[in-house]
């Protein structure tokens, strides 16, 4: 079957596209038919190194799929449209080829009538936003959280989650997406580069949550517009080493909190997937800007994601010929 995979950590440059052989499902596995896989950031990270995970090479990349199921198994029948969101770690092989074996308790039914590509390309940042604002986050009904970031894939995320679950949204984003991120639920959008005191002036009471997908920290700033008992919750920005102003934010109960999608535990998942099958069959969860590519592309579209290219867009690779759509 045609893979894109890697036989060691490095750039760009060492991702092959080329003949695996098929897997074999194991106890508890179905196989797949691979319609297509989206490029997501943590692939760059971990073809890199830079997010060590146990590797078994030739490993296939990519993180999420959609496809089909190729034969009956654990409860799923042959050709229902299915999809996964967290292949290509801890072990596990990568959905960048043409047939998976997927866990079958990592494997979701796609809802009737989704758009499968488009479904495909969300995944990723819908996912993380749902995991960082309910599970590690914390986030009620009623509290205000910023997203900083907002314009972004994860960021446009989260806002439109954390509206949708009742909290009051505080964004930042570049002047062009403020009316985006409006659209999707905040209450209040200002530009990245204003001073702070702009965020306090909204905030009056704190922000219970903080969360910056720019990657770029400022925790005395962050920690100084927090509530008592608020959260700054880390999910960017592998190489940032910020000050933290430790007595500010004792003395507030606050904390400050890192979250992964990679480490989620599959009843996390889980509980994701179902909230975001909800999303998409109701229409609300759509990729802002979409750019689909065969699955040749694979090493271009790193390289383009390295060089800050994909910044608010999703690229999806298709796997299978057909069109994808239903
Ligand atoms: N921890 C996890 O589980 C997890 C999961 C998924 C993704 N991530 C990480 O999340 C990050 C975001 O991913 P993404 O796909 O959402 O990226 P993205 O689409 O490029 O979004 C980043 C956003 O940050 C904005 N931005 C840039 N500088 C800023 C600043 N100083 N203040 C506020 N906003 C600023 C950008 O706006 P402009 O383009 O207008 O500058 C852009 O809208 C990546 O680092 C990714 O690795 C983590």
Known sequence: MRAAYIEELGPPE?????DLPAPVPGAGEVLVDVLATAVDPVDALVRSGVFRTPLPFPFVLGRDLVGTVAE????????????CNSLGHGGRQGAAAERVAVAADRLYRLPDGVPPLEAVAVLHPA???YLALFNHGELLPGETVLVAGAGGNVGSALVALAARAGA??????SPRDHAYVRALGAAEVVDYREPAARLAELAPDGIDLHVDTSGRHDLETAVGLLA?????LLLAGPGARPVLPVGPLYMKDASVRGFAISRATVAELAEAAAALNDMLAGGGLRPRALEVLPLEAVAEV??????????????VLRVAGADGGR
Do not use: N
Request: proline share 2%; aromatic share 4%.
């Open 14 to 18: 060492v991702i092959r596209l080329g």
């Open 72 to 83: 009956p198994a654990a409860g799923f029948a042959a050709g229902e449209a299915v999809w």
């Open 127 to 129: 996912a993380t936003a």
């Open 168 to 173: 009051r949204v505080l964004a930042t984003a």
């Open 228 to 232: 008592h008992r608020g959260r700054v």
């Open 302 to 315: 790193h390289r383009r994601m390295e060089a800050g290219e994909l910044r608010g867009r999703r690229v």
